[in-house]
């Protein structure tokens, strides 16, 4: 058993153990008692109060007091049987703890004595018949009423907090305290507090006198360096004042004798810290002043009356010579007259408006200390007086020039400041600022006011794109003053509190900018030579065009330099002053644009920053040495910390100027990013970074629909059939005879035939269906994107123009275009010694691919019945490797090595299984499918192992007594994957296609030959035209879908893979498994496919009555590689749904 134990000793009443004060004893009533006999007695009741901490002894290895699950009592050591009765058990909770150190001036935690303290409470509902001295409340305080819940008022019970002590020595002190959080008591006047102060029964009545024990209270931060301290000499209350009717006032004040009264000034506080400032007295010594009432003021240290943590309430034998035992009671300790000053607050603004020339805003607010919203308590009021003014002007001074000038200067300058002056001093918080400067000397009431005071300013001035506008209307040259604008900001915000000494911050910003837009003039030189020709098969010669002139030059130079320095105040002499600390920066920022439409199909865009930095020495720029050092940076260009570029080309196919092909589109887009990112300074030997990236985008629409318009017979598909259009067609060529005369003056008569142009092809019924067959495909969409990146690490040398650097020829345009490296190029590159050699040198060489493919389209083989069909293949793959300079022989030989190849990625392909879908399925029993997929596996094991050199080298060809081959056995990743696709999607093992397994570059894909199959979804809403289905139908819709999917995601290289010869195959033999190592490891295999829906009908009546009926059928193939479990999960589902639809239904 683990418990703590608690002992009370137990004897007769008239032992002095069994008095108040005694034995955790904190009162007794004797009460009568009406006997059996019919005789009455007097019974004697104790109420014990025992801490929890005051345990007698411990038991077993019990750590606290966390986890208490049960309370028991005993009683022992009796000599005869005794009958106790027991009321209640009670745990209580008190906030006043004891404090645990003496309450003394020496300003150091020392233990305190081990004299004995109850803390406990007295009230008027348990202790009004305390003896010797009943508890009373003192008669200006009244009691709470409350309504019950039968609705009668009751008064609340009111109480006081008990202090009972003994063995308490001369100079000895025990107290208890109270922490919370910061408390402000500056809006009030007063601190009160009842007191009573009693001896013990058990002690003799001379041994204690009036003023023998002294209460003590002190408050502030802590209670042993910190705080204020009121000390009363307290007036007993003698046991003779039983004799008095207790609900007298002549009782209660011998109870609450006034003499005991705590009632201070807190004024008197703050004067008595203040007087002591002025003195020579340190602060570490506490300070006393005996007040007219005989009360005793001290101050020890700092405190403040603003952020009070904490109240101790204590009480001292100050004269009695022998220890003495009693008791000290503290009620309605309070705060009072509430400082209810007022403030106000104003506001206002005044704006100019001066024409076209700009506007002028003046604004200010103000409060004064007292203010407050209605919402806000006394105590949440402003505590400063605050001032704040701006002043903004908005100009445009180009108005000021004659306007043949065209000149634009916008200028924008403000000003602002605000400044709260704190009521009390930020330093000792609960003295007043006024008061303070008062009593300084005049020399010092400038800088006590400057340090207490909360000042900002901010000085602003502006001029943005100030340029000359045209004025002289004509075009616009490469060479204009007009393309040329220029931007200066200033800014400086200056700012002082108690902690800020100074702190300023100065920014200068400039920017030059040139913007060249002409309008695009395209030459065309063929167009001349095909001015008369009628026919389109010359328009890609006669439209042949192109433009010598960018669209766009564009350059801007912006450049910004910031001074920020702070200093800390220090509060202390100066030798103790804080450094100032320096926020400094000056950087040189450089934008380039260039859009440039080549031909009006094909069109450039450039882009490109580079951002560098002027280093400049430490601190301020005080020296001519200094200021020179930065100029000389400045026009360096700087130090390049960024330089990043966007080349985007986009080109058109002029498929539109060929007549056969006009009803074609396609376009080509292709993206080269490129970024250098300069080394930290203070590791420049690991190299800078380089990026690149690029872009690839191919789009192809074919609009069949364009291609049928060419047809005069196609095109009449489209065009309800006419009976005269067939007599019209029938008789569109009409011969006509008539005369003619020769030169020779001769007559001859001839036939001529005449073809009316208005007529049109006539169709039949069957040739309007073979038409509408021939013509199905409406329209084909394809797409093709591939975006790589490469990040490396550890690159040595630094950049020109467009990137490279033109000395060392590097990185190479290759790169800069968006090339994507491969292990040959890091290789040529480190031995161009442009890569890092550094030991420390550890960060990755990075890649990733993302290919995505999709094609759609649309066919229509009669009318109302549309079938769209889409392709899909995704593949996306991470490539990382380590690129340094090491020696991995453990001699003295360092290269260039290639470590910790790891690639990884995922593979997502549209693709078709319902072969194996609709077969007998129990899930009881093996499935004939999977039958099938165990027997793939020998032929494809037979197919790798005649494939892989590594297997034909070994006896026999590498075939094995159980049918498979060496290194390939059942279990091997290469045979389940394909093994796994032929037998569910109905695919011959001896055609399906097998992983690669190589990774020559990013691009290098293992599921290369598993090409996308498509999926389809198909509407058909022609029933509601059938003759007779209209009167019963408005809308039928049959409808069926097919969504298949194969995908392949989270595959990772292997460690272990290795291909000695390089043959394209693996080499290395695992004995555990018996398997080749593959270069990748695939975690699962996921088939999954749906009929949504297999049929589905979707019914509108023409009475509103809807009707629909679904029936899907879904199935999801999961292959686990890693456990080598197969999960299948079939879902058939039947959705049948009705509808009633009733207009102006009126509820």
Known sequence: EEYFQYKIDIKRSDDPQMQIGSNYIVDRKEVPVSLADG????????????????YYGKVGTIPDFKSIRFIRMFMTDFEDSTTLRFATLQLTRNIWRKFQSKVDSTGLYTAASTAPLNVGAVNIEENDKRFPLPYRTPREIQRVQTLSNNGVNLLQNEQAMQLQFCELVQNDAKAVFQTFANRDLRQFRKLQMYLHAERAQKT????????????????????????????????LTQFEASSLDPNSDEYNDSLWNPRNELNVDLLTLTKLKQARNLSSIPAIQIFRQLQENGHTYAVMGNPNLGEIKGILIGVENTNAGEPVCGEMWANELRLSSLDEKGGYAALARVDVTLADLGSISLSGNVHTQGFGTLEQRVNERYRDNFVQFDVTANLELGKLLPKNAGMSIPVLASYTQSVSTPEYDPYDQDIKLKDKLSEADRSKKDSIRNAAIDFTSTTTLNFTNV???????????????????VSYSYLKTSSHNPLIEYNDVTRHRGAVGYNFTPQPKFLTPFKKYFKSTKHHWFDLLKDFNFNYVPTQLTFRADITRQFGVVKPRSIGEDKYGIPETYDKYFVFQRDYIMRWKFTQSLELDYTATNNSRIDEPFGRLDSKDKRDSVWKNLLKGGRNTLFNQTANFSYTLPTAKLPLLDWTTMNLK????YRWIGASRLAVQLGNFLENGQQKEATVQLDFTRLYQKSKWLKQLEVPSKIEDKEKWKNRITRVKDSVTLKSGKRVLRTRKIVDKTAVPYLGTGARVFGKLLTSVKSVNMSFSETANTRLPGY??????????????????DFIMGYQPDTNWLNRKAGQNVITRDSNFNYMFQQNLDQRFTLSGQIEPIRDLLITVNLSKTFNKNYSETFRYIDTTGGNNPSFKHLNPYAGGGFDVSYISFKTLFGKFDP?????????????RLVLSRRLGQKNPYTQAQPGGGLQADGYYYGYNRYAVDVLIPSFISAYTGQDPENVALIKQN????????????LPKPNWKLDYNGLSRVKGLEKIFTNVTLSHGYTGNLSMNGFTSALLYQDQSRFGYPSFFDTVSRNYIPYFLVPNVTISESFGPLVGFDMQFVNQFQAKFEYTKTRTLSLSLYDFQLSEVRTTEFIVGAGYRKRGLKL
């Open 39 to 54: 005789t009455t007695r007097m019974e004697t009741w104790y109420q014990f109060r025992i801490p929890v901490g005051s």
């Open 204 to 235: 003799a009545q001379n041994s204690i006198r009036d003023n023998d024990l002294t209460a003590v209270i002190r408050m502030g931060t802590d209670f042993v360096s910190n705080y204020y301290e009121i000390r009363i000499p307290l007036t």
């Open 467 to 485: 340029k000359k506008n045209k004025t002289n209307g004509k075009k616009p040259k490469i060479y204009d003053i007009e393309n040329v604008d």
């Open 670 to 673: 292709y993206q080269a990013a």
């Open 796 to 813: 040595m040398d630094s950049t020109q123009i467009l990137g490279e650097n033109f000395r060392s020829m590097q990185p190479g345009f």
């Open 924 to 936: 009881n029993r093996v499935s004939e499918t999977f039958k099938t997929f165990e027997a793939n």
């Open 999 to 1010: 990774n020559a570059n990013i691009r290098s894909n293992p599921f290369k030959a598993i």
